[in-house]
């Protein structure tokens, strides 16, 4: 008997699945019904399409119910929205253009994604009000921005600075809108990156043109003329043509009441470690299931395209008769912010203080390839791992060469190697591409010093306490550096006159020491230790005091 698979929506992790299963039996009936006039269209180039990086708009929508029947025998529908779903009959009910209809299923998958938050009132009933999520939307968006061109009204309000809004900041800022956004928390991408980096996140924005309103709320919007106003909670008022909201996501999931199949409280779908629900012959992926975070164990809301097509194959194997078990996601995640990279994997300090974990926090600052070669630009790496070399997180900021150091510290952790291991690992080196010790075995080499107790260090925070009566703060960059800016209360001895002026430090209060990014610092500190003085390395040195205290 062949076996019916009905699979609710169709983009990425549906139509994934659904094209797995065909590979898997040419015998399967599978049957795709997706809500939008599209089918596995290409979420994350959205915003690249507005901002004329991808100019032909059918790059975006590469396949058609055509399309999907003649190269994997699949019947799908788009405009096929289902309302209900009934687990004792094994049926669901479809609308399509008006016209009702029931559907029958020996499996059912739901792969129906979220809906992007919009506050109710006048956000919602505004046409001049907009969330990207499909390409319904990318195209009212669109018609929005020439609308804004023709009448000389070029700006535009981005509500919320998470990723997708990010995106379309950059991609309407670089074709001449004057951008807006309007964030809650005191920093940019506060749930991925601490303050520390993130701040270089901040600055490039501003940088770029970008005007930032953080720690602010828009407590009111409305729509004005050719526009709208927004007023924020700091009594401001901004004028735009119009606003793109970007505040998260809720599960599509509102059609599974009284289905039977278990949701949690914020309506995610639950699901084992099959990915099947609390119905024995229904399974669920992708946003509207929460996942199982590696370093916590915690499921969790975890919205990124590689998650959902991993879990799709899941599910694909596991109706056709395999055992397969979605491991824990690490959650890497990476944006393009004008010239930045910025990514990240695991927890950032943030979470794992939440957590209540006992860890170290390193910075580096290395180049991408060796400093010789022409063009080497500096990564901001910020690690995080226990006493025991266990890694939690790892933020990466850069021009180039970042997606390779998270990706190399998301392998490790995979496979629950340790900061230890990163130092022994093999990269390629040739000056173009690296140095004969990459990032990553930098950060391993490092880890091992503060572990092993060669290098003692002080953080950000400690600075912050910094008393002068039982301690004494050290710079020991150029004097040239030293003029340019340095921290309050420091004294300045070039690490190559240290051993010669040893006599002027003292050896009654413990010395803090910095350089640029830690590394001189760390010459320093092991000619102090030597020599009878107590001492700790600021590691990161004046880089990260500068990134901290610069003012936008």
Not at 406 to 425: S, W
């Amino acid at each position: 008997m062949q076996k019916k698979i009905v699979i609710i929506g169709g983009v990425a992790g549906g139509l994934t699945c659904a094209a797995r299963l065909r590979r898997l039996s040419e015998d399967f009936i599978i049957i795709v019904l997706e809500k939008s006039g599209f089918l596995g269209y290409t979420n994350c180039g959205l915003p690249y399409y507005l901002g004329d990086v991808i100019h032909r708009r059918e790059v975006l929508t590469p396949q058609t119910m055509e399309s999907v029947k003649n190269l994997y025998n699949i019947d799908a529908r788009i405009d096929s929205e289902v309302v209900s779903v009934d687990t004792l009959t094994n049926r669901v009910v479809v609308v399509n253009n008006g016209r009702t209809y029931e559907e029958s299923f020996d499996y059912l998958v739901i792969s129906t994604g979220g809906t992007p938050i919009v506050p109710n009132g006048e956000w919602k009933n505004s046409s001049k009000i907009f969330s990207l999520n499909n390409i319904e939307s990318m195209d009212k968006i669109r018609e929005k921005i020439d609308e804004a061109i023709k009448f000389k009204k070029k700006s535009v309000i981005i509500v919320g600075g998470a990723f997708i809004g990010l995106e379309v900041a950059e991609n309407l800022s670089k074709i001449g809108f004057e951008v807006s956004i309007i964030e809650r928390e005191e920093s940019i991408l506060t749930n991925i990156f601490d303050n520390d980096l993130s701040s270089l996140i901040t600055q490039e924005l501003a940088s770029s043109g970008v005007k930032l309103y953080l720690s602010k709320t828009v407590d009111n919007i409305r729509e004005i003329n050719n526009g709208i106003e927004a007023t924020l909670s700091s009594g401001e008022k901004i004028e735009a043509a119009f606003a793109v909201v970007n505040i998260g996501k809720i599960p599509n999931s509102d059609f599974l009441k009284g289905s039977g199949i278990e949701l949690s409280e914020r309506g995610f779908v639950k699901v084992d470690d099959t990915m099947k629900t609390s119905a024995s012959n229904v399974y669920a992926l992708g946003d509207v299931v929460l996942s199982k975070e590696f370093v916590t164990g915690e499921y969790q809301s975890i919205q990124l395209a590689g998650v959902a097509h991993k879990q799709a194959r899941i599910v694909a194997n596991n109706i056709y008769g395999y055992t397969s078990v979605v491991e824990p996601t690490l959650a890497n995640s990476i944006i393009k912010i004008f010239s930045l990279a910025c990514a990240a994997v695991g927890l950032n300090e943030r979470k794992i203080k939440k957590m209540g974990y006992d860890y170290h926090s390193i910075f580096l600052y290395p180049l991408d390839h060796a400093s010789y070669y022409p063009n080497s630009t500096k990564l901001s790496i910020k690690v995080m791992f226990d006493d025991n070399g266990k890694i939690y997180g790892a933020e990466c900021i850069g021009k180039n060469g970042v997606d390779k150091f998270i990706d190399i510290i998301a392998t490790v952790m995979k496979l629950n190697g340790t900061i230890y291991d990163l130092i022994d690992l093999d990269f390629c080196y040739a000056p173009p591409f690296s140095s004969p010790k990459s990032p990553a075995n930098l950060v391993g080499l490092v880890a091992d010093n503060l572990l092993s107790g060669i290098m003692k260090v002080c953080g950000i925070e400690d600075l912050s306490r910094f008393d002068g009566s039982r301690q004494f703060l050290l710079d020991v960059r150029t004097p040239e550096e030293f003029k340019r800016g340095t921290i309050a209360e420091a004294t300045n001895i070039p690490i190559n006159l240290l051993r010669g002026r040893l006599d002027e430090l003292p050896k009654d209060r413990e010395i803090i020491i910095f350089c640029a990014v830690g590394l001189r610092g760390y010459m320093a500190s092991r000619i102090l230790t030597q020599a009878g003085f107590k001492n700790k390395n600021f590691i990161g040195g004046y880089t990260l005091y500068e990134s901290l205290n610069t003012t936008i």
